[in-house]
Nanobody, 125 residues
Framework: VQLQASGGGLVQAGDSLSLSCAAS????????MAWFRQAPGKEREFVAA????????RYADSVKGRFAISRDNSKSTVILQMDNLRPEDTAVYYC???????????????????WGQGTLVTVSS
């Protein structure tokens, strides 16, 4: 599956931004979809994931209550709605996909075989 992330940009603290990831080349509904991010000089970290027909969700503690992940299987798209953005949310955001990840491994980047190119989110204070 190929992934194309979009929607990044420069915003101010407290603003909202929506990232989109369009998938192609696979049966989208079969994939667990996730967002990760990597800030300058830091390791890549998990942000959010959504799995299965029951839409099992996982969020990093740092974004709980501010970010929401959703998917539209009819459009093969996963959305990351980010509200109340903070300067520490500044990073390149990557979408990822996996057909085989289990619930207990949803937050680990090693579980995802497919990655998009990343989109930059910059939050100014």
């Amino acid at each position: 599956v190929q992934l194309q992330a979009s929607g990044g940009g420069l915003v101010q603290a407290g603003d909202s931004l929506s990232l989109s990831c369009a998938a192609s080349g696979g049966r989208f509904r079969d994939y667990t979809m996730a967002w990760f991010r990597q800030a300058p000089g830091k390791e890549r970290e998990f942000v959010a994931a959504i799995k299965g027909p029951a839409s099992t969700l996982r969020y990093a503690d740092s974004v709980k209550g501010r970010f929401a992940i959703s998917r539209d299987n009819s459009k093969s798209t996963v959305i990351l709605q980010m509200d109340n953005l903070r300067p520490e949310d500044t990073a390149v955001y990557y979408c990822a996909a996996s057909r085989t990840v289990i619930v207990s491994s949803m937050m680990g980047d090693q579980a995802y075989a497919y990655w998009g190119q990343g989109t930059l989110v910059t939050v100014s204070s």
